[in-house]
């Protein structure tokens, strides 16, 4: 036992618990909600990086967090891990994420950070055996270290192609060894600075290329898991290829791999490409590629992706609506992809965070079972495209041409009635459930 928790007592529900105590006052982990526990329904994650690897820097200043973790060798990583996991014993939740650059120490070579992974990889492996926790994806960071300053997969030297590639390849072995549940590709420098000293075309296609060998070498490992690609449309570049969920849908379809890849949608990123998160959920529910979520909030002033904590219990809910609409998660879940603010330096203050993100998740997800169990939405939505269940509106969708629409339209029998579209009425029907 570490004792960086040493005064916190694990979490439990306790609705009625008094104010200035950690309890959950809406996640009820066995509660049954739309015929399956929450837990299950939620499957919450824990990220890395944002808890235990980001040290509290912005633009103008850097680390604010002193932990006694910090540092670039492999005992300080094992402490790490140890601290992590007590953090997953005290919250509960039953998934965890990393990137491999958030969980061993840099090597001097390719080759030495490889047998540092590995050797972390082993040390996780028997402590969610232990306790349980799993791996809800994995992914690389092709971004942070300086080779990949021009890109990972889209950088116009073909050596770090190569060493991206390599790195996915020990990213994605690893995931499968834990038993991970999705793999996730999120292309961090994969766009440009300056389209002046860009071949797009070339940078596309070498995305392209390594997505297939990605699901190749997927099934030659027998992974079983979900690839999925997290759109985002920029910061750090100025123009990132995976702009949003049309985007990305629109390359799976070029490189023919619109069956094989999902994605994973996080709300700061529909925030920065001018969408709404439910809409980002709705789009991809729509063309059949919803994986999973990144769960936080962006600050609607800034302008930029500032993963917080989500605390906004209506956008939560019209999420989940989507979510739930589509089926809920298969093998994604809720990550969350949030930080604390760099003022918030205490250990109570992670713990704090993630018990007050898993309650508003939780509100919003009862919200949204609630209302999809209710069905107004639905029959609304039914009853303003009824029109189209009438077999002359089906001949248009099927085999009708211009013209013999043209001569029914001509002979009279049409004559359109605009209709309210009663949004009002709407949002005010979703006020009662939030
Ligand atoms: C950054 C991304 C990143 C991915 C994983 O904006 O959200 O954290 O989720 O690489
Ligand atoms: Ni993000
Ligand atoms: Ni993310």
Not at 273 to 291: P, Q, V, W
């Amino acid at each position: 036992m570490t004792d960086f928790f040493a005064d916190i007592s694990p979490v439990k529900y306790a609705p009625d618990a008094p104010a200035d105590t950690l309890a959950y006052r809406h996640y009820n982990p066995d509660e049954i909600v739309a015929g399956k526990r929450m837990e299950d329904h939620l499957r919450f994650a824990v990220a890395w990086w944002h808890s235990f690897a980001w040290p509290g820097g912005d633009p103008f200043g850097g680390q604010t967090f002193d932990r006694p973790w910090f540092g670039n060798t492999m005992d300080l990583a094992r402490l790490k891990a140890d601290v992590a996991f007590e953090m997953f014993a005290l919250l509960g939740q039953p998934y965890y994420c990393w990137h491999d650059a958030d969980i061993r120490p840099e090597g001097d070579s390719f080759a030495q950070s490889k047998r540092n992974f590995e050797e972390i990889i082993d040390y996780l492996g028997t402590k969610m055996e232990t306790q349980g926790t799993k791996l809800l994806w994995g992914t690389a960071n092709l971004f942070s270290h300086r080779r990949f300053m021009s890109g990972a997969a889209t950088n116009p030297d073909p050596e770090v192609f190569a060493w991206s590639a390599a790195t996915v390849k020990n990213c994605l072995d690893a995931t499968h060894k834990l038993k991970g549940e999705n793999y996730v590709l999120w292309g961090g420098r994969e766009g440009y600075e300056t389209l002046l000293n860009t071949d797009l075309k070339r940078e596309r296609a070498q995305a392209g290329r390594m997505l297939q060998m990605v699901v190749d070498y997927k099934h030659k490992i027998g992974f079983k898991g979900g690839i999925l690609i997290e759109p985002k449309p920029q910061e750090p570049t100025k123009h990132q290829y995976d702009y949003d969920v049309a985007t990305v849908y629109g390359f799976l379809k070029e490189f023919g791999l619109e069956g094989e890849v999902q994605v994973n949608i996080e709300q700061g990123h529909a925030i920065l490409a001018g969408h709404s998160f439910e809409h980002e959920l709705a789009t991809a529910s729509a063309l059949g590629i919803f994986g999973s979520i990144d769960m936080n909030r962006n600050d609607y002033q800034s302008g930029w992706d500032t993963d917080q904590f989500p605390n906004t219990v209506p956008e939560v809910a019209l999420a989940y609506y989507e979510v739930l609409k589509a089926g809920g998660f298969t093998t994604g879940g809720t990550n969350f992809d949030a930080k604390l603010r760099r003022q918030s330096l205490d250990p109570v203050d992670l713990i704090a965070a993630h018990v007050g993100g898993m309650d508003v998740c939780a509100r919003g997800f009862k919200a949204a079972a609630a209302m999809l169990a209710d069905g107004g939405l639905e029959e609304a939505r039914a009853a303003r495209y009824a029109g189209w269940d009438a077999p002359q509106a089906q001949t248009w969708l099927q085999d009708a041409t211009l013209d013999q629409i043209e001569t029914t339209v001509a002979g009279g029998a049409i004559d359109p009635q605009p209709r309210s579209g009663r949004q009002e009425i709407l949002e005010n029907y979703v006020n009662r459930f939030v």
